[in-house]
């Protein structure tokens, strides 16, 4: 995983509550067995019209949302099954963070062991969040995993929980097996102890 420390990017908004896992990564990309590629299936339904060409009316193909890096929706964001792809989808596409009042429990732990950043915030912060990034698309915020705040423009800061191990390992870059593969020479040392 790419290490997270601090992100200052643009944001799109996505206004709709309990986005699951079919709706962010539709059963028919499924059947990849690498996370490469997957972006191209993310919210396909929504992002694409019957015919395959591209919905102007969908958030994501709007040109001045084209680079965001953090996604802000509704709460209950990844019901649903728990399937991987939908985290490995929004990675591929270039998302880091994803912000929402709540997520689902599998989804959240999903994101965490793949480098996706789940931010959860008050309902009131994140439709704040909401219309300023629809107001000014191209407004930048500031993750700050660190000193687990959100910072706005205008130096409003938000604060954000998150467990103490989960934050260690995206600011290292590490899923479970790397940490501990780094960690290596302590567990040694330790079971060597043991067997005295």
């Known amino acids: 995983m790419n290490p997270f420390t601090t992100l200052n990017a643009t944001a799109a908004p996505l206004r709709a509550e309990n986005v699951d ?18 972006g191209a299936g993310l919210f396909a339904a929504w992002r694409y019209l019957p015919d395959g060409s591209p919905n102007p009316d969908f958030v994501l193909n709007r040109p001045e949302y084209a680079d965001a890096q953090i996604l802000i929706s509704g709460k209950n964001f990844g019901s649903g099954s728990s399937r991987e792809h939908a985290v490995w989808a ?31 915030l008050p309902e009131n912060a994140v439709n704040m969040l909401m219309d300023l990034v629809e107001e000014e698309p191209d407004v930048r915020i500031l ?13 409003q800061q938000i604060s954000f929980d998150i ?6 390992c995206l600011i290292q870059g590490l899923d479970d097996l790397g940490y501990l593969l780094a960690n290596i020479d302590a567990i040694r040392s330790y079971e060597a102890a043991w067997k005295k």
């Open 21 to 38: 896992t079919d709706q962010i990564i539709p059963a028919r990309f499924l059947t990849a067995v690498t996370k490469a590629g997957m």
């Open 163 to 168: 467990d103490a191990y989960r934050k260690q």
């Open 90 to 120: 929004l990675t591929d596409y270039g998302f880091r963070a994803v912000i929402a009042p709540s997520f689902a429990d599998i989804f959240h732990n999903n994101a965490l062991k793949n480098g996706l950043l789940p931010i959860t």
């Open 143 to 155: 993750i700050d995993l660190p000193a687990q705040t959100v910072t706005l423009p205008d130096g």
